[in-house]
């Protein structure tokens, strides 16, 4: 199964579509199933950000990788989209990265995103983020160490944009990376427009495909990044729509009943209970109930 779901997301990066691929940003498995129940997305984001926000903590390794591994597996049990786990730096140096990798596999992550930031890592989309990167030497290590120990796609990220270091530099990594092994590479940016990653796409020379992460420059269409970017771009990644989406809806209908004074009000905005059941897998219980519990 585990298989099945590595070469499904290689097959959507080779497919050329009309639109990118297209992978939504998940922090519990709950949120992972709503992904693959909208029946439209093509991977799930098993986002850094998202688990440290379900936290309440920043996005600076302090969550345990222990904790996002958990959470990967557990979004792995409950739906059968590809999983794209956000490894971060790699928790440390490829020696950490390497003990990191079989778990990854064993939960049946089909890739691996890792950055080439330095260990403690810092929120690529933080006003003043702590932005330093590690070498390319260094981080082809991680690469390697991570193809070599594993089956899972390895999609390498370069920060050279983030860490404002230039274009030249950003595609010198993303080369470097390819010759390490890299499945696909990672650009990312915090501009508020497209064009410093139109002007990378256009330079990039490569087959092997991009993936963007446009949280700050949300205004092309999946259509329109593909068509932009003569379809180099074929991974897209909704970074944290889903975390900022609960604080949205979580904060409306507290507000509403407090105003409000009691809990009809909302009765009609929030899912039903059978609803929620119905998603915690219930008819699975019921037959195991009528199979195996005395009558
Ligand atoms: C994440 O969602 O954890 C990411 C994307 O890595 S970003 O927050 O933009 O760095
Ligand atoms: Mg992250």
């Known amino acids: 199964a585990a298989l099945r779901r590595i070469e499904a997301l290689r097959e959507k990066l080779r497919t050329l579509g ?55 597996r557990a979004m792995g049990e409950v ?35 890792i950055e080439d930031k330095t260990f403690p890592k810092d929120s690529s989309l933080r006003v003043d983020g702590r932005q330093s990167l590690v070498s390319i030497p260094e981080f082809q290590g991680k690469i390697t160490a991570a193809k070599n120990l594993g089956s899972m796609l390895v999609f390498a990220r370069t920060e050279a944009l983030i860490a404002g270091l230039g274009q030249a530099e950003a595609l010198k990594r993303g080369l470097a990376y390819v010759e390490a092994g890299a499945d696909a590479i990672l650009i990312h940016s915090k501009q508020k427009t ?48 889903s975390i900022r989406t609960i604080t949205t809806a979580l904060r409306r209908t507290f507000k509403q009943i407090l105003q409000e004074g009691g809990i009809a009000g909302v009765e009609s905005e929030i899912a039903p209970v059978r609803d929620v059941f119905n998603l915690q897998g ?8 009528d199979k195996y519990l005395l009558k």
């Open 194 to 241: 497209p064009d410093e990653i139109l002007e990378f796409c256009r330079a990039w020379p490569n087959k092997v495909p991009l993936i963007i992460v446009p949280t700050s420059y949300p205004q092309l269409s999946f259509e329109e990044i593909s068509t932009l970017t003569q379809g180099k771009v074929r991974l897209v990644i909704c970074g944290n729509h």
């Open 282 to 289: 219930d008819a699975g219980m019921k037959e195991l109930e």
């Open 18 to 72: 009309l639109r990118p691929a297209v992978a939504m940003a998940a922090h519990n498995p709950l949120s992972a199933k709503l992904v693959a129940e909208a029946a439209g997305f093509d991977a799930i984001w098993a986002s850094g950000f998202e688990l440290s926000a379900s936290y309440a903590v920043p996005d600076a390794s302090i969550i345990s990788p222990s904790t996002h591994l958990e959470m990967t």
């Open 79 to 113: 739906q059968s989209l590809p999983i794209i786990a956000d490894l971060d730096t790699g928790f440390g140096n490829a020696v950490n990265l390497a003990y990191a990798i079989p778990k990854y596999e064993a939960a049946g992550v089909a890739a691996i995103v």
